[in-house]
């Protein structure tokens, strides 16, 4: 009886399987949408430009020692060497500087899903979990 129902109504079950589908799709959507599904979304990319930023720092130091290495037996190493070197360490600089703007970029955007997303009465628990260097200095500024 089953084969035979499922012949007769082959149309319903399909539908069954769309309508299956289309709210899958609505759910994901919608969560993605919410504020929990925002903040998740930018804390990854926060933590992917942290991660970038610290390859990008260590590139550049390694590049400094090499260079600071040659520099100390600059008698035995051909000048071309050398100054193909400072060029390769002045790119390691220039992509740490944007290892570190697409980080504050990140940062901010945290920041901004925190405060358009959350009451306010969750921003400070949210910024100190997510941002732990935005906790500022209670105490009066003095010199």
Do not use: C
């Not at 084969?3 to 993605?32: D, F, K, S, Y």
């Not at 590049?63 to 600059?74: D, G, Q, T, W």
Request: proline share 3%; hydrophobic share 45%.
């Amino acid at each position: 009886m089953n084969t035979e129902l499922l012949l007769q109504n082959w149309g319903l079950a399909v539908a069954g399987v769309l309508v299956l589908i289309v709210a899958v799709i609505v759910v994901t959507a919608v969560v993605r949408r919410s504020a929990g599904g925002q903040l998740r979304s930018s804390i990854a990319e926060l933590e992917t430009r942290n991660r970038a930023q610290v390859q990008a720092h260590k590139a550049a130091e390694n590049a400094e020692k090499k260079l600071a290495r040659l520099k100390a037996r600059a008698d035995q190493i051909k000048p071309r060497v050398i100054e193909e070197l400072k060029g390769l360490l002045s790119d390691k600089r220039a992509l740490k500087k944007i290892a570190d703007d697409q980080l504050m970029i990140a940062q901010n955007h945290v920041r901004r899903v925190i405060h358009d997303e959350f009451p306010p009465a969750k921003h400070d628990e949210l910024r100190a979990r997510y941002l732990p260097e935005d906790i500022k200095d209670k105490r009066p500024f003095s010199f």
